[in-house]
C-alpha cells in the first residue's frame, strides 16, 4: 500500500500534495465547526510525514534491539500496521 507522494499540505479545508499526480488528497471543509476542520486538515496533512518518522524509529529500535516489545514499541509497531496495510 503506498500513499500519494510529496509533502502534503492543508489550506482553506482541502489537504492536497504538492509531488503527486493526483493533488488534491481530500476536502476537510465542516461550515458547522472551523476549528475541528482545520485540527483534523492539519493532522492528516502531517500523517505521511508521521508516519516516515515512525518508521525510522521503529528500524532504530529493532537495530538496537534494546527497546523491543516494550509497550511504546507495540503500540509505534502497531501505528504503522494501521498506516500501511
Do not use: R
Amino acid at each position: 500500500m503506498s500513499h500519494t507522494k510529496g509533502k502534503w499540505k492543508y489550506d482553506s479545508g482541502i489537504v492536497y500534495s504538492d509531488g503527486g499526480i493526483q493533488p488534491h488528497i481530500c476536502n476537510m471543509t465542516d461550515f458547522f465547526n472551523p476549528e475541528v476542520t482545520g485540527a483534523n486538515g492539519k493532522l492528516i496533512a502531517a500523517a505521511p510525514d508521521l508516519l516516515e518518522a515512525a518508521i525510522e524509529i521503529n528500524n532504530l529500535i529493532i537495530d538496537n534491539g534494546k527497546f523491543c516489545n516494550t509497550i511504546w514499541h507495540l503500540k509505534l509497531k502497531e501505528a504503522i500496521k494501521k498506516a500501511t496495510t
